[in-house]
């Protein structure tokens, strides 16, 4: 956890939030099974994955706060997955996320 707090920036955690802030207003969220890209992530934050689950939960955690309007979606069942260049916001091993 040590090394995390040095790594941690939180402009990471806003390109999630901001990600999901366009999937609500694109209507993406409504679909309920869509995996969106974050964009303007690098290799570097994908590659660090414990970095990467702390800034994801952050972010989820505020825009579920900030969007009770979403009570329909299953915060739980949302996730992000990815490979070594992409990450992405969606169903991950559920098969909705509404």
């Known amino acids: 956890m040590e090394n995390m707090d040095k790594t941690y920036d939180p402009q990471f955690e ?15 969220f409504l679909k309920g099974d869509v995996d969106y890209e974050i964009k303007d992530i690098t290799p570097t934050e994908i590659a660090n994955q414990p970095v990467l689950m702390l800034a994801y939960a952050k972010a989820k955690d505020a825009f579920q706060y900030d969007n009770p309007d979403l009570f329909y979606l299953d915060f739980d069942q949302l996730s ?5 260049s992409k990450a992405y ?4 091993r559920s098969n909705t996320y509404l």
């Open 89 to 92: 916001i969606g169903i991950g």
């Open 14 to 28: 806003k390109k999630i939030y901001d990600t999901m802030v366009t999937m609500r207003d694109e209507g993406i």
């Open 80 to 84: 992000i997955s990815g490979n070594d």
